[in-house]
């Protein structure tokens, strides 16, 4: 899904592909304190591993350390791909 | 938090460990100081800060909960605002792994900021390639900060932080330099912060990123300051600075990385595509949860069951117990010239109490011993992977795998290790299912009576099939939860794929005795003198003392127990006032009620007449939900506050009374 600036949503769709976080769009002050907390901020580069083992999970790799959040929470993460 | 207040004497250093979650501080805690903590493979295992002596010292290192950044802390995090705001701390030393550096730089920054750092110890160099960073350079770049590279696992290094903490310099906190408007601002907040352990700029900093922690304390202990401070606040609240000041720290990082010559592609040593090869099989649905269940099971029989833990217990128990030939058999025949009274009280009174908690020692030792080599190996982040979809259904993430497997520890842990979830629902609900896991404890008084009363090839089974029963009940509780009280918010998930890790023995046994020397500390004193006031209420009627042979129906128990055995008529279906007296002595302990329940039938054979099939059936249902003990509702007190408490304790005991009446009465009417 993408908006009017070309951005689109983090989703299984770029599994395999270098992405760069433009904003993290979770109401929860909670979620996105604690995702800012490992490094998830506007400008970083995040590579979508292409584990391939379960459609509702993403294998996110950031600083070299791997991270496996929900799918469906990945969705309030806008990005591009690099 | 208030523990270091006890020790104000001002000669006595107080050294903090800071560093991001799963870097190894624990395991640094443990080799430095005299004290134990728990170490696992899963990020966020410590929950409170553990204080300890450094060897050969009077001085005070302290470990806290891993943090990523200083900036805006929330649950766990505000744990080291606390410590550097409110005590006298003479250095920090900030542990960061080799493997996660670029992440892990960021809090290093703050720490110097804070102009109290003196040491950077950079752990888990064993998972990079020698020479993979120019290591001086680094030093360099960070105001020649004293670097340690350490392997804390192996103990490589790890003792020249105590020499750097003692003679190292503390770095200058001016590290990074900001924009030219945010060093204005730095120098205007400096000119009127008050004098702190801290430095100043690192004080203004934080009030820059409108760090509510710093500006609350800042308000409430300085109050001559604070009209000048909120003038400037006032200035700089609506100003975005905390993303700018964020974002010059990552171009740093990235400068002294390119500077120290960092590689990506050539930095790891450990083979990642091989553990992720095995993950892309273990993470395969139909091969990781039948994997993980039959784990559990194999743990459950290794520590309860016939030809493992359980016969190892029975062997102790007989050894201590045994009215013909066991140690409590000898005491009795030495104090055969004492008066009766004094014999029994104690061999029964306080060496009964004593013996079992001795006898509980094996399963307990196994059962943590499999629980710890699961965490150690890295198995938690997998199993929680695995279970997140099913656990969502229910209103929790896969992350409270975590919280739920410690509760088969203990449950008072596992409540404070909750503070770590995702949120707040999450936190709420995973506490309000915890004590209806059954801890140790719990499994250990249903084991050894189902045992007695099943047999012990087939007592384990009934344990299995009760821990099954109790987690299912638990996943109905979180899911009418989540469907009532937090119907409207959603939970996330979020874990960090450690890295596979072999199995270190001597740290599993350290964990494990650390464990067993908590549960000997807490039970040998409360159990003991449980034991013995039962004991007293037992032998001392209305007619004085009533020997163990005697009409123990005069005792001071039996008017106590009966009184109470009313309500509970419907449970055991009749009026039972020995399981009654049991279940009473099991509040503060639930080890008391095994012990209580041998007292009251007069030794081991004596519990075999007390009970049938469906009376025992009922008794360990009740048992195993009726209240929490009272350690685990404090905590519960302490974490989500009394409203929630009371709710949780009603529906334990609503669901306790329920259930185990349906199961005597259905089981009653079938075998009629």
Redesign the interface.
């Known amino acids: 899904m993408k908006n009017k600036n070309c951005f689109i949503k983090l989703t299984s769709k770029l599994k395999g592909k270098q992405v760069e976080i433009v904003a993290l769009n979770f109401n929860?002050e909670?979620?996105k304190?604690?995702?800012e907390?490992?490094?998830f901020?506007?400008?970083?580069k995040v590579k979508v591993?292409d584990?391939?083992?379960?459609n509702?999970?993403l294998?996110l790799q950031?600083?070299?350390?791997?991270?496996?959040?929900?799918e469906e929470?990945c969705k309030f993460i806008d990005v591009k791909v690099v | 938090m208030s523990k270091l207040s006890k020790h104000k004497d001002i000669n006595v250093k107080k050294f903090l460990l800071i560093g991001a979650p799963n870097v190894g501080k624990s395991t640094i805690f443990n080799i430095l100081t005299s004290s134990t903590t728990l170490v696992s493979n899963i990020d966020r295992m410590t929950t409170e800060h553990n204080m300890g002596k450094i060897k050969k010292t009077k001085d005070y290192l302290i470990d806290l909960p891993g943090i990523y950044n200083l900036s805006h802390p929330i649950a766990e995090e505000k744990e080291t605002h606390y410590h550097l705001l409110h005590h006298d701390v003479n250095a920090i030393v900030n542990v960061v792994s080799a493997f996660s550096i670029q992440r892990d730089l960021f809090l290093t920054i703050q720490c110097i900021e804070t102009g109290l750092l003196n040491t950077l110890c950079i752990n888990m160099i064993d998972l990079i390639k020698t020479n993979a960073l120019d290591w001086k350079k680094i030093s360099q770049k960070l105001n020649n900060a004293k670097i340690i590279l350490s392997r804390s696992n192996r103990n490589k290094n790890t003792k020249k932080i105590i020499d750097s903490l003692y003679y190292s310099k503390k770095v200058d906190p001016h590290v990074v330099t900001y924009s030219k408007e945010i060093e204005q601002w730095i120098s205007e907040y400096s000119n009127v912060m008050p004098e702190l352990n801290i430095s100043k700029r690192f004080a203004s900093i934080m009030f820059l990123e409108n760090n509510s922690y710093f500006i609350n304390f800042i308000s409430e202990n300085f109050p001559k300051h604070w009209p000048k401070i909120e003038k400037i606040l006032v200035k700089t609240k609506t100003k975005n600075f905390y993303s700018k000041i964020r974002q010059t720290k990552f171009k740093f990082i990235d400068q002294i990385l390119t500077e120290a010559k960092y590689d990506n592609e050539n930095y790891l040593k450990i083979n990642i595509p091989l553990q992720n090869k095995f993950d892309h099989f273990f993470l395969k649905k139909w091969i990781g949860i039948p994997s993980f269940i039959f784990i559990t099971i194999l743990i459950y029989y290794l520590a309860f069951g016939t030809y493992a833990g359980g016969w190892i217990q029975q062997l102790f128990s007989e050894a201590l117990t045994n009215q013909n030939w066991g140690l409590s058999h000898w005491i009795s025949k030495l104090l055969a010239n004492a008066p009766d009274w004094i014999n029994s009280m104690f061999v029964d009174g306080i060496l009964g109490g004593l013996f079992v908690i001795l006898a509980f020692i094996p399963p307990i030792f196994i059962l943590h011993v499999c629980i710890t080599i699961i965490q150690q190996i890295g198995l938690l982040s997998r199993v929680s992977i695995l279970l997140d979809n099913i656990l969502s259904k229910f209103g929790i993430s896969g992350r409270s795998v975590i919280n739920l497997l410690t509760a088969f520890g203990c449950n008072v842990p596992a409540i404070m290790l909750a503070r770590s979830s995702s949120s707040k629902k999450e936190q709420i609900i995973s506490i309000l299912m915890i004590p209806f896991i059954p801890c140790a404890t719990k499994i250990l008084v249903i084991s050894s009576l189902s045992n007695i009363i099943f047999g012990s090839m087939y007592g384990w089974i009934f344990v299995l099939l009760a821990i099954a029963i109790s987690g299912s009940i638990a996943l109905i509780l979180g899911l009418t939860f989540s469907k009532t009280l937090f119907r409207k918010s959603k939970t996330f998930f979020c874990v960090e794929m450690v890295n596979w890790n072999g199995v270190d023995l001597r740290v599993i046994f350290k964990s494990v005795w650390q464990i067993i020397k908590c549960f000997l500390k807490k039970a040998v004193l409360t159990i003991t003198l449980a034991n013995l006031l039962i004991w007293t209420l037992l032998h001392v009627g209305t007619q004085g003392y009533i020997p163990s042979n005697g009409n123990l129906e005069n005792s001071l128990l039996y008017w106590v127990s009966k009184a109470l055995s009313y309500p509970m008529w419907p449970v055991f279906g009749q009026l039972n006032w020995k399981l009654t007296a049991c279940l009473i002595a099991g509040l503060p302990a639930k080890e008391a009620i095994y012990s209580t329940l041998i007292q009251v039938s007069l030794g081991i054979e004596g519990i075999k007449t007390i009970f049938n099939y469906n009376l025992s059936i009922s008794f360990m249902i009740f048992v195993l939900y009726y209240i929490p003990c009272f350690p685990t509702i404090k905590v519960m007190f302490d974490e989500i506050h009394w409203k929630k408490t009371l709710i949780n304790i009603t529906i334990s005991l609503s669901s306790a009374y329920l259930l185990a009446t349906s199961v005597y009465w259905l089981g009653y009417c079938f075998c009629k």
């Open positions: 929860d909670l979620i304190h604690k995702l907390n490992i490094g901020i506007k400008g970083v591993l584990n391939n083992i379960s509702k999970v294998h950031l600083f070299n350390v791997q991270y496996v959040l929900r929470n």
